[in-house]
């Protein structure tokens, strides 16, 4: 039987899914990731930290699996972090947990897993695979929707399907953790991991520490037909859709729609006019490896602009390479630069891109 290396990040729902696998009599080894040095780390609930690491490794004892620590903080902050503080100094809003998916759990570290000997990857992550009837391997939410992370997967591939596991996707939470309890595992009772696992206080001030020589610079705040309302704080700590902290008051609710550090401009505006009815993507990317047979109009989907989006009816249509061009059934709020834009038909994931723009103001 093939030899399965379990992500183990020392959370509740990795320790769950290396836990199931024992129980099914598949060959399993525990590999964790130290991807952030955080030597100085009091409090757990920070991904693949010192203090979850040990949690792992105790979680592994317990179940009576060989367990191993991979340090890949250089891959991590090469394909992860630098890209994240790169977007908000380009007044983009990220998504790091799409590229450490991508790049680091399905690529660098199933490498890592392939010279130790395993032939497949399982992680916690609350989304299915299944087998089509054309032999294509296809990616499905979870049936816990409200933790449902197949969003963040969009970019993966069928040769990456093929070797992935998800033992958690036929599963609630509130079951993963039953599960946990009845096995007496040291993790739990452990809480939710943190969003971002490698910012600690907040992301603007992330970037700062990440980026000193950044200018303080003050934006300008202006509305749409250009006038001028104030000045605000540096541009990388907007992004669109923000409401508070603008820095600037003007007698009604303010949106930004858009941040421009090239002229040090924040543009900002009431809610309609945060509407947009599509947006240009990059990146495009069909898990199939080719889009679905297209109407007149396009591929016909349902996209989400963000991880929580409960998404809208579309249309898909190519622009030639990777990019593309999608139109919302109805306008949509928040269009950011930056995020991932991901095309369902039912449960299934067919693909997604990143979004480079709004189409513009209705």
Not at 101 to 114: L, M, V
Not at 201 to 225: N, Y
Not at 274 to 298: F, M, Q
């Amino acid at each position: 039987m093939t030899l399965t290396a379990v992500a183990m990040s020392g959370g509740l729902d990795s320790s769950v899914a290396a836990l199931l696998l024992e129980r099914r009599g598949v060959p399993v080894v525990g590999l964790s990731m130290l991807l952030w040095d955080r030597s100085q780390q009091v409090r757990h609930g920070r991904c693949c930290g010192s203090l979850d690491l040990g949690d792992a490794r105790r979680v592994a004892e317990q179940i009576g699996l060989p367990h191993y620590t991979l340090r890949m903080d250089g891959e991590f902050r090469r394909h992860v972090v630098d890209p994240f503080v790169d977007s908000y100094v380009g007044g983009r809003t990220p998504s790091p947990c799409i590229s450490c998916n991508t790049e680091i759990k399905f690529e660098a570290f199933r490498e890592r897993a392939r010279r130790l000997g395993a032939g497949r990857i399982a992680t916690g992550h609350y989304a299915r695979i299944r087998r089509g009837n054309d032999g294509l391997y296809e990616l499905h939410t979870a049936i816990d929707t409200s933790k449902d992370q197949s969003y963040f997967l969009f970019e993966l591939t069928q040769e990456q399907l093929s070797r992935a596991v998800f033992p958690l996707g036929e599963l609630t939470k509130t079951e993963v953790r039953e599960l946990a309890r009845e096995a007496r595992l040291a993790v739990a009772e452990k809480g939710e991991s943190m969003e971002i696992c490698f910012v600690d206080r907040g992301v603007r001030e992330f970037v700062e520490s990440e980026r000193p020589e950044l200018p303080r610079v003050p934006a300008r705040i202006t509305t749409t037909g250009g006038e001028e309302l104030g000045e605000g704080a540096p541009t990388y700590r907007y992004t669109v859709g923000q409401r508070r902290g603008l820095g600037v008051t003007a007698g009604r609710r303010l949106y930004v729609l858009d941040v421009q550090p090239e002229t040090n401009r924040v543009v900002v505006g009431d809610r309609d006019e945060l509407l947009a009815p599509g947006l240009v993507g990059r990146g495009l990317h069909w898990i199939a490896g080719e889009p679905p047979r297209p109407t007149a109009g396009g591929v016909e989907v349902q996209v989400r602009i963000r991880s929580r989006h409960p998404g809208v009816a579309a249309t898909v249509e190519s622009g030639g390479c990777t990019s593309c061009r999608v139109e919302f059934s109805e306008p949509q709020a928040g269009v950011a630069p930056g995020q991932a834009a991901v095309f369902y038909r039912g449960t299934q994931v067919l693909g997604g891109c990143w979004i480079e723009s709004p189409l513009g103001t209705v």
